[in-house]
């Protein structure tokens, strides 16, 4: 296994990936992999990590191996078609996915498989909201996910990753 540090304008991020593929993307304090391996594996990955914070890019082509069940992945895949700078909700989300395979979603274990995704930013689970606007739980923090929405949602301004969002952190 490889694993880089990332220092990303959200903090540090750990990137965890085989020779092919990437695995993980780790917030700091949970239970981040210290770097190890050939970081040159990872590097398709940190260059276009640092293409979306440059604001140049909207969607990764990364080569990911997403580790879930049936369910999981089905969840994660349509994160990954939720448009740069737009939301939705664990419900809408729900609704969608019930209405494309006829099957019934509830929303909460939704909830369950966005929580879990291990690749976030790339899939981007921050981009899911609850059903009032509100922001809900996020592995990276509450902090992260809004300047990620902020980020988004001004077409990748890089002033709104202002270095003050890290305030925030014990405001949360």
Same mark, same amino acid.
């Given at each position: 296994?490889?694993?880089?540090? *990332?220092?990303? %304008? #959200? @903090?540090?991020? &750990?990137?965890?990936?085989? $020779?092919? /593929? ?15 391996? =050939? ?10 990590? $640092? !293409? *979306? ?8 082509e990364l $080569?990911? /191996?997403? +580790? ?6 089905? #969840?994660?895949?349509?994160?990954? !078609?939720?448009?740069y700078g !737009? &939301?939705?909700? *664990? @419900? ?6 019930? !209405? ?5 979603? =509830? ?12 690749? %976030?930013? #790339? ?5 899911? #909201?609850?059903? $009032? ?11 992260? +996910? ?15 990753? =202002? +270095? =003050?969002?890290? +305030?925030?952190? &014990?405001?949360?």
């Open positions: 296994m490889n694993a880089v540090l *990332y220092e990303s %304008p #959200i @903090g540090p991020l &750990t990137l965890v990936g085989t $020779d092919t /593929h990437l695995v993980a993307l780790q917030f700091p304090g949970r239970l981040a992999t210290p770097p190890q391996g =050939d970081p040159v594996a990872l590097a398709p990955a940190v260059g276009q990590l $640092d !293409e *979306y914070f440059a604001g140049e890019r909207r969607t990764f $080569d990911v /191996h997403l +580790k879930g069940t049936e369910f999981q992945q089905r #969840i994660w895949a349509a994160l990954r !078609e939720i448009p !737009e &939301t939705t909700s *664990y @419900g809408a989300l729900a609704r969608g996915l019930a !209405e494309e395979t006829g099957e019934s979603f =509830d929303p909460r274990g939704v909830g369950g498989a966005v929580g879990s995704t291990p690749v %976030p930013i #790339i899939v981007p689970c921050h981009r899911v #909201i609850g059903a $009032d606007g509100s922001l809900t739980g996020y592995g990276g923090g509450l902090p992260r +996910k809004r300047a990620l929405l902020a980020f988004e949602s001004t077409g990748g301004n890089t002033a709104a990753l =202002d +270095k =003050d969002w890290g +305030k925030q952190l &014990t405001l949360a």
